[in-house]
T-cell receptor, first 111, second 114 residues
Framework: TQLLEQSPQFLSIQEGENLTVYCNSS?????LQWYRQEPGEGPVLLVT?????EVKKLKRLTFQFGDARKDSSLHITAAQPGDTGLYLC???????????FGSGTRLSIRP | GAGVSQSPRYKVAKRGQDVALRCDPI?????LFWYQQALGQGPEFLTY????????KSGLPSDRFFAERPEGSVSTLKIQRTQQEDSAVYLC????????????FGDGTRLSIL
């Protein structure tokens, strides 16, 4: 059973389009991190969200933490080929000393 | 460089052989983590060290898997009597704080068991 479900699992869109990927759970997290991973490399941290309802922007990427801190979304505006990769969310629970990764969304942007 | 370094990058072994994977964390990082990542999936937690103490090994799949960090810096993940299902990418990460803090990942070791 995956604690963090990401959707969609795969997404292939044209350059310039907008997209949203989701990270959902039935559990509450004290914080949630988003990572991007390219083939042959380790995940790289994009952002950490901590407060319910928090919105963070990173250039064309907008991250939102749900009010109840059970879910999160990543919205990309005007996608570019360089956005291609595996996007991973990872949740931290206050009672634990580790993070749990979601199954990932593999994003492909066609030129 | 100043990042997390893993070696070897690729390892091919025959079923039944023992393998050892090495991780050099970022200098000064207290916490070190090992993950197993199957193709197209998110990383699965294996084990966690705070300095030299192994605080959590709940993710190790069997007693064939063993990890150590004797001096609180470099860590080794050892897999004994390898099986085909052990084939995966093994990622190491380090962080300044505990596991809930942002982690810095190495590029992983791709292990293939024939």
């Amino acid at each position: 059973t995956q604690l963090l479900e990401q959707s969609p699992q795969f997404l292939s869109i044209q350059e310039g389009e907008n997209l949203t990927v989701y990270c959902n759970s039935s559990s509450v997290f004290s914080s949630l991190q988003w990572y991007r991973q390219e083939p042959g490399e380790g995940p790289v941290l994009l952002v950490t969200v901590v407060t319910g309802g928090e919105v963070k922007k990173l250039k064309r990427l907008t991250f939102q933490f749900g009010d109840a801190r059970k879910d999160s979304s990543l919205h990309i505006t005007a996608a570019q080929p360089g956005d291609t990769g595996l996007y991973l969310c990872a949740g931290a629970r206050s009672s634990a000393s580790k993070i749990i990764f979601g199954s990932g969304t593999r994003l492909s942007i066609r030129p | 460089g100043a990042g997390v370094s893993q070696s070897p990058r690729y390892k091919v072994a025959k079923r039944g052989q023992d393998v050892a994977l090495r991780c050099d964390p970022i200098s000064g990082h207290v916490s070190l983590f090992w993950y197993q990542q199957a193709l197209g999936q998110g990383p699965e937690f294996l084990t966690y060290f705070q300095n030299e103490a192994q605080l959590d090994k709940s993710g190790l799949p069997s007693d064939r898997f063993f990890a150590e960090r004797p001096e609180g810096s470099v860590s080794t993940l050892k897999i004994q009597r390898t099986q085909q299902e052990d084939s995966a990418v093994y990622l190491c990460a380090s962080s300044l704080g505990d596991g809930t803090q942002p982690q810095h990942f190495g590029d992983g070791t791709r292990l293939s068991i024939l």
